[in-house]
């Protein structure tokens, strides 16, 4: 069942509720490009005269180079450079994402002292890639080994350091409730998990003069990513351009230069020629980090008939010896139940490990699988439904904040979800259901991501010919921006969908946030919107003062739609009747959504360039946040153990839907993904050295096709305007958080085996 055919009493954001484009179904604006292979992704950008680069890693976990011999790599054939530490450039060095900056006055790219298996060492630079991979093998590097701490759950990792900044606490944890009749506690536990975008990681460094930078490189943020190359090659922001009109995913890992970025770019200086690299596949697994493990220990304290009273959370996360990064592991567990007394507490545990980095709902996955599959077993504990536990303690407000909603529509989830997927029929008894060999579990979690804010900007130019374009450096990684924009711009300024042309991915056009914590739908769909009235004003005000404007003086005001403006239907003329007769070719605006202010250049440009921006908006007065509810059936082989999930049945609040088919696939896109973490995705290391033993996609098994069932997706969303300007929430990664513990707790009431620690394999069960 789909997302627009659900039945009407489901509550479904079906596009017939939409009066304009924006809110229907419309067909993706690249999709005709994608299928027919005109879309040109960063690596088969056409550049003369391209020199290949090919990495070369580590092989200890811990320890220091003693020396590397180049010489046989240097003589191979079609060689031009043989880069390390020793005859790199020196950059300057920059933050990262997380604010991580290397240590000293400079920054090289290649590692004299190994932090981790597989950081960049060297690097060759080729006529051909042969050639570059052919001399890479002949590199020889000598080490001085250290002992390396691969995981933390080396027991020389210890306890790693508190993060304050994530603590919170209010009520009184350590009171002794003499009201709560049950107290539980258990330990839940999540492995590494990797992005792995279809697209590799790589790019095209190519430098047009000594102080310009041309970046052809998938990237989640154009601005962010452009500002890594500036500060490096310390040159003005607008001397860097970046190009990603099209990426094939990123999950969160794509969204700045990473170290190979810039050995690239240091080549192709050094050269004075384009130089291409392109990380293989095993090398994404440490070229950048994806969601560390985590241990998390929940303490739940209730009353008989199911009232939370207490709630303690002792979190641990890995991180790198080298940098820090949290997953911020108490996010859900901080505000989605009315808890009157709460403490959550997290360590970080250093390790040797590339660093971690975000991952599809970073923090709010693995936070919601502990607390889902705890509120699973309290119920059990009680002897409630699962779903009646939760109606319990459903919050009027966060109690993290003490602010209002500004909508939550989780109970009418349960319903409509409950009811579609049959839950009412379910037995709780464990091993009660099953069709011949095969044990069948039936379970539920609830799922939530927050609504971030951050400035946009966008430019419109109106065309002689009637048609739109609409200009912004933000990305389209496959979910839909460059639809969801054209559709806002056509609602706005009256012409059809197919009349608007959208162009994103290019530094030089206007600001725009970073494509992560599912945002960028609603911040550019707002600044485009502004934009596009500005520009619509801007006709009326043509139309209206202009000495050779057909129009002038025929109203106070004219109406612009369908692509005419007049003052009525009857007597309204073409837009581009309007600018021809104005002598204009073409009416441009550009907007944007910082608060208004008296800013210098420099300020807007790190407002839109560094995560700075959203402390740029005001604070909200209201808690923002999507929600779901998963119903999930698997089938357990009572035989061999194998677990397969049977189908799917979410229910969403994600607000206002800019493209219910387009949401449709990040829903059920999500919801893959966490079949996946729940019980294939595993990164596998070698406890001796630190070396990944799951680099591939043969070992780091994702879900396919063979894995996914069937999936509903039903929308119960409302236009909450207190969230965003056009009334949408969070989508993109709403739908994975809660998918692995409504899986575990399915696998609980199948079998009987409450398996704590992801994915759950045959292994465990048996």
Same mark, same amino acid.
């Given at each position: 069942?789909?997302?627009?055919?659900?039945?009407?009493?489901?509550?479904?954001?079906?596009?017939?509720?939409?009066?304009?484009?924006?809110?229907?179904?419309?067909?993706?604006?690249?999709?005709?490009?994608?299928?027919?292979?005109?879309?040109? @992704?960063? =690596?088969?950008?056409?550049?003369?005269?391209?020199?290949?680069?090919?990495?070369?890693?580590?092989?200890?976990?811990?320890?220091?180079?003693? &020396?590397?011999?180049?010489?046989?790599?240097?003589?191979?054939?079609?060689?031009?450079?043989?880069?390390?530490?020793?005859?790199?450039?020196?950059?300057?060095?920059?933050?990262?994402? *997380?604010?991580?900056?290397?240590?000293?006055?400079?920054?090289?790219?290649?590692?004299?002292?190994?932090?981790?298996?597989? %950081?960049?060492?060297?690097?060759?630079?080729?006529?051909?890639? %042969? +050639?570059?991979?052919?001399?890479?093998?002949?590199?020889?590097?000598?080490?001085?080994?250290?002992?390396?701490?691969?995981?933390?759950?080396?027991?020389?990792?210890?306890?790693?350091?508190?993060?304050?900044?994530?603590?919170?606490?209010?009520?009184?944890?350590?009171?002794?409730?003499?009201?709560?009749?049950?107290?539980?506690?258990?330990?839940?536990?999540?492995?590494?998990? @990797?992005?792995?975008?279809?697209?590799?990681?790589?790019?095209?460094?190519?430098?047009?003069?000594?102080?310009?930078?041309?970046? @052809?490189?998938?990237?989640? #943020?154009?601005?962010?990513?452009?500002?890594?190359?500036?500060?490096?090659?310390?040159?003005?922001?607008?001397?860097?351009?970046?190009?990603?009109?099209?990426?094939?995913?990123?999950?969160? &890992?794509?969204?700045?230069?990473?170290?190979?970025?810039?050995?690239?770019?240091?080549?192709? $200086?050094?050269?004075?020629?384009?130089?291409?690299?392109?990380?293989?596949?095993? +090398?994404?697994?440490?070229?950048?980090?994806?969601?560390?493990?985590?241990?998390?220990?929940?303490?739940?304290?209730?009353?008989?008939?199911?009232?939370?009273?207490?709630?303690?959370?002792?979190? *641990?996360?890995?991180?790198?010896?080298?940098?820090? /990064?949290?997953?911020?592991?108490?996010?859900?567990?901080?505000?989605?139940?009315?808890?009157?007394?709460?403490?959550?507490? +997290?360590?970080?545990?250093?390790?040797?490990?590339?660093?971690?980095?975000?991952?599809?709902?970073?923090?709010?996955?693995?936070?919601?699988?502990?607390?889902?599959?705890?509120?699973?077993?309290?119920?059990?504990?009680?002897?409630?439904?699962?779903?009646?536990?939760?109606?319990?303690?459903?919050?009027?407000?966060? /109690?993290?904040?003490? $602010?209002? #909603?500004?909508?939550?529509?989780?109970?009418?989830?349960?319903?409509?979800?409950?009811?579609?997927?049959? #839950?009412?029929?379910?037995?709780?008894?464990?091993?009660?259901?099953?069709?011949?060999?095969? =044990?069948?579990?039936?379970?539920?979690?609830?799922?939530?991501?927050?609504?971030?804010?951050?400035?946009?900007?966008?430019?419109?130019?109106?065309?002689?010919?009637?048609?739109?374009?609409?200009?912004?450096?933000?990305?389209?990684?496959?979910?839909?921006? @460059?639809?969801?924009?054209?559709?806002?711009?056509?609602?706005?300024?009256?012409?059809?969908?197919?009349?608007?042309?959208? $162009?994103?991915?290019?530094?030089?056009?206007?600001?725009?946030?970073?494509?992560?914590?599912?945002?960028?739908?609603?911040?550019?769909?707002?600044?485009?919107?502004?934009?596009? +009235?500005?520009?619509?004003?801007?006709?009326?005000?043509?139309?209206?003062?202009?000495?050779?404007?057909?129009?002038?003086?025929?109203?106070?005001?004219?109406?612009?739609?369908?692509?005419?403006?007049?003052?009525?239907?009857?007597?309204?003329?073409?837009?581009?009747?309007?600018?021809?007769?104005?002598?204009?070719?073409?009416?441009?605006?550009?907007?944007?959504?910082?608060?208004?202010?008296?800013?210098?250049?420099?300020?807007?440009?790190?407002?839109?360039?560094?995560?700075?921006?959203?402390?740029?908006?005001?604070?909200?007065?209201?808690?923002?946040?999507?929600?779901?509810?998963?119903?999930?059936?698997?089938?357990?082989?009572?035989? *061999?153990?194998?677990?397969?999930?049977?189908?799917?049945?979410?229910?969403?609040?994600?607000?206002?839907?800019?493209?219910?088919?387009?949401? %449709?696939?990040? *829903?059920?896109?999500?919801?893959?993904?966490?079949?996946?973490?729940?019980?294939?995705?595993?990164?596998?290391?070698?406890?001796?050295?630190?070396?990944?033993?799951?680099?591939?996609?043969?070992?780091?098994?994702?879900?396919?096709?063979?894995?996914?069932?069937?999936?509903?997706?039903?929308?119960?969303?409302?236009?909450?305007?207190?969230?965003?300007?056009?009334?949408?929430?969070?989508?993109?990664?709403?739908?994975?958080?809660?998918?692995?513990?409504?899986?575990?707790?399915?696998?609980?009431?199948?079998?009987?085996?409450?398996?704590?620690?992801?994915?759950?394999?045959?292994?465990?069960? =048996?």
């Amino acid at each position: 069942m789909s997302l627009t055919d659900t039945p009407a009493k489901y509550g479904s954001a079906a596009d017939t509720e939409a009066t304009g484009p924006l809110g229907r179904v419309a067909i993706r604006g690249d999709g005709g490009l994608k299928v027919r292979g005109g879309a040109t @992704y960063a =690596l088969e950008q056409s550049v003369e005269n391209l020199l290949h680069c090919v990495l070369v890693q580590a092989t200890i976990g811990a320890g220091r180079v003693v &020396s590397i011999d180049k010489a046989a790599a240097e003589a191979a054939p079609g060689v031009r450079l043989v880069l390390d530490a020793e005859n790199s450039l020196a950059l300057k060095p920059m933050p990262d994402f *997380f604010g991580n900056t290397p240590p000293g006055d400079t920054y090289v790219p290649f590692a004299r002292d190994i932090r981790f298996n597989g %950081e960049l060492v060297a690097a060759v630079v080729a006529d051909t890639l %042969e +050639q570059a991979r052919a001399a890479a093998a002949l590199i020889e590097i000598s080490y001085e080994e250290a002992p390396a701490v691969p995981t933390f759950a080396d027991e020389r990792a210890g306890e790693g350091r508190a993060v304050d900044a994530l603590a919170k606490e209010w009520g009184e944890p350590d009171g002794p409730h003499a009201e709560a009749g049950m107290r539980f506690a258990a330990t839940y536990e999540t492995p590494r998990e @990797y992005n792995v975008p279809i697209e590799p990681h790589g790019l095209i460094a190519h430098w047009e003069a000594d102080d310009r930078l041309t970046i @052809y490189e998938p990237t989640q #943020w154009i601005d962010g990513t452009a500002r890594n190359y500036a500060g490096w090659f310390d040159l003005p922001f607008d001397n860097v351009r970046v190009l990603s009109p099209f990426i094939g995913g990123g999950f969160g &890992s794509k969204a700045q230069g990473l170290p190979h970025s810039a050995a690239a770019a240091i080549a192709a $200086k050094m050269l004075g020629r384009p130089v291409k690299l392109a990380a293989t596949r095993p +090398q994404t697994f440490t070229a950048y980090g994806g969601r560390p493990a985590t241990r998390q220990t929940l303490t739940l304290s209730a009353t008989k008939d199911g009232r939370l009273v207490s709630l303690e959370h002792d979190a *641990f996360s890995e991180t790198s010896v080298y940098g820090t /990064f949290a997953e911020t592991l108490g996010v859900v567990t901080k505000m989605m139940y009315a808890v009157p007394n709460f403490r959550s507490r +997290q360590r970080i545990v250093p390790v040797n490990t590339v660093l971690p980095g975000p991952f599809r709902a970073p923090g709010k996955n693995p936070s919601a699988f502990a607390l889902e599959c705890a509120m699973d077993e309290l119920a059990i504990e009680l002897g409630l439904d699962p779903v009646e536990l939760r109606r319990r303690n459903e919050p009027d407000h966060d /109690f993290e904040t003490g $602010k209002p #909603w500004s909508s939550r529509r989780l109970l009418q989830c349960y319903d409509v979800a409950g009811e579609a997927f049959g #839950w009412a029929k379910r037995n709780p008894a464990p091993r009660s259901m099953r069709e011949g060999r095969e =044990l069948i579990g039936w379970g539920m979690a609830v799922g939530t991501h927050p609504v971030y804010a951050a400035p946009g900007e966008a430019t419109v130019r109106v065309l002689s010919d009637g048609s739109v374009e609409v200009l912004s450096s933000a990305i389209d990684m496959g979910t839909g921006t @460059y639809t969801i924009l054209a559709q806002t711009a056509a609602e706005v300024l009256g012409v059809p969908v197919e009349k608007v042309s959208v $162009k994103l991915g290019d530094s030089r056009l206007g600001r725009a946030p970073v494509a992560g914590g599912s945002q960028l739908a609603n911040l550019m769909t707002a600044a485009v919107h502004k934009t596009a +009235q500005a520009a619509r004003d801007e006709l009326i005000t043509l139309g209206l003062t202009d000495p050779n404007s057909p129009l002038r003086g025929e109203a106070n005001t004219l109406l612009v739609e369908g692509g005419t403006i007049g003052a009525s239907r009857g007597g309204a003329i073409g837009i581009g009747e309007l600018l021809a007769a104005t002598g204009r070719d073409h009416l441009e605006v550009t907007r944007d959504t910082l608060p208004p202010a008296e800013r210098s250049a420099e300020e807007r440009q790190r407002m839109f360039s560094t995560l700075a921006g959203r402390g740029s908006l005001p604070e909200a007065t209201v808690s923002k946040h999507s929600f779901c509810a998963h119903f999930i059936e698997v089938r357990v082989d009572e035989d *061999f153990g194998t677990v397969r999930v049977a189908r799917v049945v979410t229910a969403l609040d994600a607000g206002r839907l800019y493209n219910p088919k387009l949401a %449709e696939s990040q *829903f059920k896109g999500g919801i893959v993904m966490g079949i996946g973490m729940a019980l294939l995705e595993e990164g596998v290391t070698d406890p001796r050295n630190g070396r990944i033993l799951s680099s591939n996609l043969a070992d780091y098994r994702i879900a396919t096709n063979a894995d996914v069932p069937e999936i509903t997706a039903i929308s119960v969303g409302e236009p909450d305007y207190d969230a965003t300007p056009l009334g949408g929430k969070a989508v993109g990664e709403l739908a994975i958080v809660g998918v692995a513990p409504a899986i575990a707790n399915a696998v609980y009431h199948a079998t009987g085996k409450r398996i704590r620690r992801l994915p759950i394999t045959l292994e465990s069960l =048996l």
